[in-house]
């Protein structure tokens, strides 16, 4: 009866030396040309940030343009509507003055034209003074 066993070796910080000389080495780091490719990978991220910042600074610049341009049109526009609002408020006045002299032209109309005339009908309205400078006496 002849079995055939496996060998046993040792486990522990002995063994690993030992399994150092085994023949069985680690491979080398491929890492040995990190160091260059990390440095032109960093130029890259470095030239890329470089242009995204002048891409940046240009549409800033655009922008800043495009807001002086808009400002100064709503400042145009604001005094345009001043200006409108102006007009509005002289047309409402001459519009109420012309509606109350239509109302007193309605009632002329609808008076008897026989019947007396009445106190305030006699009187003609009162006309605004002419500007006249008051002069020092000599």
Same mark, same amino acid.
């Given at each position: ?47 890329? =940030?470089? !242009? #995204? ?6 549409? /800033?610049?655009?922008?800043? @343009? %495009?807001? $002086? &341009? ?9 005094? =345009?509507? !001043? #200006? ?6 002289? /047309?409402?006045?001459?519009? @109420? %003055?012309? $509606? &109350? ?38």
């Amino acid at each position: 009866m002849s079995e055939i066993r496996p060998k046993l070796k040792a486990v522990g910080a002995e063994a690993k030396d030992a399994g150092a000389g085994d023949g069985l080495s680690e491979r080398p780091a491929p890492d040995a040309e990190s160091p260059r490719r990390t440095t032109w990978l960093l130029a890259a991220l470095l030239l890329l =940030a470089f !242009l #995204a910042l002048v891409i940046q600074t240009s549409r /800033v610049g655009a922008l800043s @343009g %495009e807001v $002086s &341009r808009l400002s100064s049109d709503l400042a145009g526009a604001r005094a =345009a509507l !001043l #200006a409108y609002e102006g007009r509005l408020a002289t /047309v409402r006045e001459v519009v @109420g %003055e012309l $509606s &109350r002299r239509v109302g007193q032209l309605d009632e002329l109309v609808r008076r008897d034209p026989l019947a007396p005339p009445e106190a305030e009908d006699l009187e003609p309205p009162a006309a605004p003074a002419p500007y006249a400078p008051e002069l020092p006496e000599p």
